[in-house]
């Protein structure tokens, strides 16, 4: 080997000093900004944006569903592949969306604000949540052309929700977001077990996190307290700090009475797009598509909710053949990889959400850090498009069949994610 030639082999990098820098450019896919984060985070926030209701069952299923879908290439020349897609009537880059995730900036000091600077950037759809910490008409300011979603809750008395809406609509927000999965606050144990309050409370097991997380606590202690500003103004939360009492006050005031009716009535009010978030029913799909809806997210709340609840993957097909093209259909929990994506589209949905998965990239990277999480299912989307032999969002929706084979029915389960989020 000459000289000259052997220098090609020789690669040494500069070491990079920057914990983010070092992420950035070192953590190759969902699970390992999930690693990183975990080690930004004090174990109780960890293990609140992490974890799942009761036994978990939900939260390990959502990601085993994947594994029992395989997928079938075939022979044929691809051009692209196109990634983008129609969403609610605007042109996404992805068949993806960001899907609102309350009290973000418990995770990194610009919260909300960074993670729709990332989704700006991207040309997706970004879903602010009801409980943001951040202001909608701040994140409208700062992202104009950002495709806007809100996470509106039921359940208002009718002065508050008009003025809500009102709100939203002067925001220039597109689309609200209706929960449907909240009735009761989840049973999230290992919060229980770890004493989580939002915000952290100083006890002696904090003061202890403090030395093995200095980074994160130092970040949050210099920055604005957290408080809900898209609640009703009127109310202490919107204005003020949230306190410990506060937060539980407000997630444990769920609105159970709220139903068809009230979902009916914002149809009328509202001249914008709905979206249905949290069901896996499909009579309730149908339903939605009778009082015409736009939208429908299949989901399961990320297994936060209700433990042992199906998977939107598991009803995909049955609630796509009862609306047809009626209304969209989204997906979310536990999307981590762009197979998944192309799954999921290829069983029916129109797109996919994720809720962890950016804020892993949060937490780990700041804004940066959410940009490559949708970039890194991005390109493993394309690839796997490619791979597979479709060009095309709307190829793989039209021949979603060809590509997928359930293993469940031809009884080839494989022994495959066992321990998912853990
Ligand atoms: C920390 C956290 C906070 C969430 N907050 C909300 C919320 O305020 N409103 C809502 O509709 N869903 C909320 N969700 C659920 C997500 O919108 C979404 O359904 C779920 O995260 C999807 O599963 P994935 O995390 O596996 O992608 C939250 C999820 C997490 C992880």
Redesign the pocket.
């Known amino acids: 080997m000459k000289i000259g030639e052997a220098k090609e082999l020789i690669q040494v990098k500069a070491p990079v000093f920057s914990r983010r820098r070092r992420v950035l450019a070192n953590a190759y896919n969902v699970e390992e900004y999930r690693k990183s984060a975990r080690k930004v985070l004090p174990a109780g926030i960890f293990d609140?944006?992490d974890g799942g209701s009761e036994d978990e069952v939900t939260l390990r299923r959502?990601r085993a569903v994947f594994d029992s879908w395989a997928l079938m290439p075939s022979w044929g020349p691809v051009e692209g592949p196109d990634t983008s897609t129609a969403l609610l009537g605007r042109t996404s880059a992805l068949p993806l969306t960001l899907?609102?995730?309350?009290?973000t900036r418990l995770f990194h000091p610009e919260g909300e604000a960074a993670v729709a600077a990332a989704a700006d950037r991207a040309h997706i759809p970004y879903?602010l949540?009801?409980?943001s910490t951040v202001a909608m008409e701040t994140i409208a300011r700062s992202h104009p052309g950002l495709d806007r979603w809100f996470?509106f809750g039921l359940g208002s008395e009718p002065k508050a929700a008009k003025d809500k809406l009102a709100r939203c609509e002067a925001a220039g927000f597109t689309t609200l977001?209706v929960?449907v999965d909240?009735r009761a606050l989840g049973a999230r144990e290992r919060d229980l077990h770890n004493g989580f309050t939002a915000p952290p409370a100083l006890t002696l097991s904090t003061i202890a996190d403090i030395a093995r997380r200095p980074s994160w606590w130092v970040n949050f202690l210099r920055s604005e307290g957290i408080s809900f500003p898209n609640l009703d103004p009127h109310s202490a939360a919107a204005t003020s700090m949230v306190t410990p009492s506060m937060w539980q006050h407000i997630l444990g005031h769920s609105d159970a009475s709220s139903g068809w009716k009230e979902l009916e009535e914002l149809r009328q009010a509202w001249q914008g797009k709905i979206v249905l978030?949290?069901c896996v029913n499909p009579s309730d799909v149908d339903k939605a598509a009778r009082i015409g809806l736009d939208a429908v997210q299949l989901?399961n709340?990320?297994?936060?909710q209700l433990d042992h609840m199906l998977s939107p993957m598991d009803v995909l097909q049955e609630s796509r053949q009862r609306v047809g093209d009626s209304l969209e259909i989204y997906v979310?929990?536990?999307?981590?990889r762009g197979s998944d994506i192309l799954k999921a589209l290829a069983l029916g949905a129109d797109a996919c959400?994720?809720?962890?998965?950016y804020?892993y990239g949060l937490v780990a990277a700041g804004s940066p850090g959410v940009g490559r999480i949708i970039d890194i299912l991005a390109d493993e989307l394309r690839r796997t498009m490619t791979l597979v032999g479709v060009s095309s969002v709307p190829e793989l929706k039209a021949r979603g069949g060809e590509i997928l084979r359930d293993l469940r029915s031809s009884g080839e389960i494989l022994e495959t994610t066992k321990s998912g989020n853990n």
């Open positions: 609140y944006l959502n899907t609102p995730t309350g009290a879903g949540a009801g409980l996470n977001i929960g909240t978030k949290g989901s709340h990320g297994g936060r979310d929990s536990g999307i981590r959400s994720i809720g962890r998965a804020l």
